[in-house]
């Protein structure tokens, strides 16, 4: 398979998971929408911009996974968006469903899909990976 579709199919499991992306980001410390952007392009190498992420944050609004305050300290207002206990406990679940998801792609051969063992215990705890 040639990098090109490698490439595709990487953004494809980002995208998949962009929810789950944004609340680890904002599991590690509140930021803006800009900042949110650009921590993806950071950490993932994939830009998506503010028309696919500002909906995504209104709709992990909505459903009570974050929670928006104005920041009226700079020059310019900004939206900072944080984790809500609703959203670490999203984060919790799921992260224990991609462990089994994982560990069944084992069982077909495609073991270089595990967790170290600091994950697992994570999983056992209250703490949740990092995204």
């Known amino acids: 398979m ?3 579709t490698m490439r595709k ?3 494809k499991l980002v995208r998949g998971l962009l929810d789950l992306v944004v609340l680890g980001l ?3 410390k509140s930021i803006h929408g800009y900042g949110v952007i650009t921590s993806i392009r950071r950490n993932f190498g994939v830009y998506f911009g503010p028309s696919t992420v500002y909906p995504l ?3 992990l609004e909505t459903k009570g996974y974050i929670k928006s305050q104005w920041d009226l300290t700079h020059d ?3 939206k900072v968006y ?3 206990t609703e959203g670490h406990s999203l984060l919790n679940g799921t ?3 991609l462990y089994q998801i994982c560990n069944r792609l084992n069982e077909f051969g495609m073991n270089r899909l595990h967790f170290n063992n600091t994950v697992k215990s994570n999983i056992k705890g209250n703490d949740v990976m990092s995204i």
Do not use: F, V, Y
Request: aromatic share 0%; glycine share 4%; charged share 40%.
């Open 76 to 78: 310019r207002p900004r």
């Open 57 to 59: 944050l209104g709709d």
């Open 2 to 4: 040639n990098n090109q």
């Open 95 to 97: 992260e224990e469903s």
């Open 26 to 28: 904002l599991k590690e």
């Open 82 to 84: 944080s984790i809500t």
């Open 9 to 11: 199919a990487e953004i």
